[in-house]
Nanobody
Framework: QVQLVESGGGLVQAGGSLRLSCAAS????????MGWFRQAPGKEREFVAT????????FYADSVKGRFTISSENAKNTVYLQMNNLRPGDTAVYYC???????????????WGQGTQVTVSS
């Protein structure tokens, strides 16, 4: 079992930045692929970014490429999502997820956090 707790969401103006954190506990952090997803009101959950802990690197949705960066800090069992140049269209609940296999599909992730709200005003 893996427990995931997100933090760092909030209200920011367009063009601003936020850094989301996802603290993991339970089974060894290094054995999982970590991902960030988001869900806006009335929309399906969508892939944002993923990080392969075994050296496969990071990968981003086209909508956030060049603006968001996923990273991890092994000593703290924490994954981050640095979000720059935020847009109103980025408004959503952001979820951290852990899975055994690299994927952009939410169904491939086994563990989820509770989510953190990000609201970008115009």
């Amino acid at each position: 079992q893996v427990q995931l707790v997100e933090s760092g969401g909030g209200l920011v103006q367009a063009g601003g930045s936020l850094r989301l954190s996802c603290a993991a506990s339970g089974r060894p952090f290094s054995s999982y692929v970590m991902g960030w997803f988001r869900q806006a009101p009335g929309k399906e959950r969508e892939f944002v970014a993923t990080l392969s802990r075994s050296g496969g690197g990071d990968f981003y949705a086209d909508s956030v490429k060049g603006r968001f960066t996923i990273s991890s800090e092994n000593a703290k069992n924490t994954v981050y999502l640095q979000m720059n140049n935020l847009r109103p269209g980025d408004t959503a609940v952001y979820y951290c997820a852990a899975g055994a296999h690299w994927s952009t599909e939410s169904g491939q992730y086994d563990y989820w956090g509770q989510g953190t709200q990000v609201t970008v005003s115009s």
